[in-house]
């Protein structure tokens, strides 16, 4: 099926565009209340993520009501851990948990390296359904956590500001924590092997807790297994986002991926030295921008445009969007890039 909107796989090529892609982390969901009414008929979001028909409903709805350059697959990156036998609850308003975690060698024994089209047929099945429906009219995303956010999980068990659980197995048992971080890698290849085969037109790779690692160990226990990551998917293009990583960036800019998300933190300029100018950057507005007036979001987002002239670049956010902005807002920054020149 060809695209008729495919600025952004040309913009992470490295391509001419005629003006700026622009999509969302975290748009499916969370701030739409189309996405409410369908998810408020369900028992909650994990029942909405397997079932294929209104995971893709949901996934097309900011095509639809923004204007998004992109749809991204709705469904979370903790289906990995569920997939390799740990399952997760999503518990309101607090987030996810895991009833079992990794403590011991036992622990790790009781786990499997997932194999993508059959443990997590149901996001697969979605991915087809999203890319019939969607019918060409923009390209679409899959994704993954990286294997040290995987990892955080599934030693913490659910949320935490510091993981320290995560980072003491890191210098307690050093040789566990490889073994279970290569099953995760492998599980991931797998899964956006599957995810590419249904449909998918890039994947993007989310390492949210990556600013919690010191740089050594960032090195060792993450970019290391990104990088594998990506050298095994060839098949379409690569992004990878790792939130608060700025001591990471030059290295960075030698992994064998397409383009490299910035979070709102980053200096642009600063970024694009440190990363080089062979990479695609992706970002990078302060979420929080969108609390502000109409006319403040436009200014903001022209600001951030501004310095990425002349460098190649698909507009997002820094992170996620948060889920009480109003979709209005979205909407005037959505405008705004596309309007910018
Ligand atoms: C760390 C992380 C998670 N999930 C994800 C990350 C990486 C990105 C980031 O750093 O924000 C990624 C994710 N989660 C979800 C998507 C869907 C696609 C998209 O819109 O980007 C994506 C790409 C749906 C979701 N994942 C979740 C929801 C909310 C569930 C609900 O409707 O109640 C959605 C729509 C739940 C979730 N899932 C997770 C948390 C911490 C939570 C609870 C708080 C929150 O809402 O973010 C783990």
Redesign the pocket.
């Known amino acids: 099926m060809e695209l008729q909107n495919d600025l952004l796989l040309r913009a992470a090529k490295g391509e001419e565009v005629e003006r700026t892609p622009v999509w ?7 701030i739409l209340p189309e ?1 409410r009414a369908i ?1 408020n008929s369900l028992s ?2 994990i029942e ?2 397997q079932t294929p028909e209104l995971a893709s409903e949901v ?1 097309i709805q ?1 095509v639809d009501i923004l204007g998004v350059d992109a749809a ?7 289906v990995i851990p569920e997939a390799m036998g740990l399952p997760y609850e ?1 518990v ?1 308003k607090r ?2 948990w895991f009833p079992n975690t990794v403590k011991t060698a036992s622990d790790l024994d009781k786990l499997r390296i997932a194999d993508g089209a059959n443990d997590l047929d149901y996001v697969i099945k979605a991915i087809e359904i999203t890319k019939k429906n969607l019918n060409g009219r923009v390209p679409l995303i899959g ?1 993954a ?1 990286a294997p040290w ?1 995987i990892f955080a ?1 599934m030693i913490e068990g659910s ?1 935490s500001k510091t993981f320290s659980k995560a980072r003491a197995m890191l210098y307690t048992e050093p040789a566990l924590s490889h073994r279970l971080l290569e099953m995760i890698t492998q599980s991931t290849i797998n899964y956006l092997k599957a995810q590419i085969s249904a449909g998918a037109d890039l994947v993007q790779v ?1 390492d ?2 990556a600013g919690i690692l010191g740089p050594d160990q960032y090195e060792e226990f993450s970019l290391k297994y990104i990088r594998l990551i990506c050298e095994a998917i060839d098949e379409v293009p690569k992004t990878v986002f790792a ?1 608060g990583a700025f001591f990471a960036r030059k290295d960075m800019g030698s992994l064998p991926c397409e383009t490299i998300g910035l979070d709102w933190n980053m200096e642009i300029k600063e970024s694009r030295a440190l990363i080089g100018s062979n990479k695609t950057l992706q970002g990078n507005l302060d979420p929080a921008a969108l609390y502000g007036t109409a006319d403040q979001v436009v200014a903001a987002t022209q600001k951030m445009m501004k310095q990425f002239i002349g460098s190649r670049h698909i507009a997002n956010l820094g ?2 969007v948060y ?1 009480d902005i109003n979709p209005e807002r979205v909407k005037d920054f959505i405008q705004a890039v596309k309007s910018f020149s």
């Open positions: 969302l982390m975290r748009q499916a969901g969370r996405y998810r909650g979001f909405l993520a996934t900011p991204i697959i709705f469904s979370d990156i903790l999503m309101e987030g996810p994704f956590g956010t999980y949320g989310f949210s807790w939130k992170h996620g889920p």
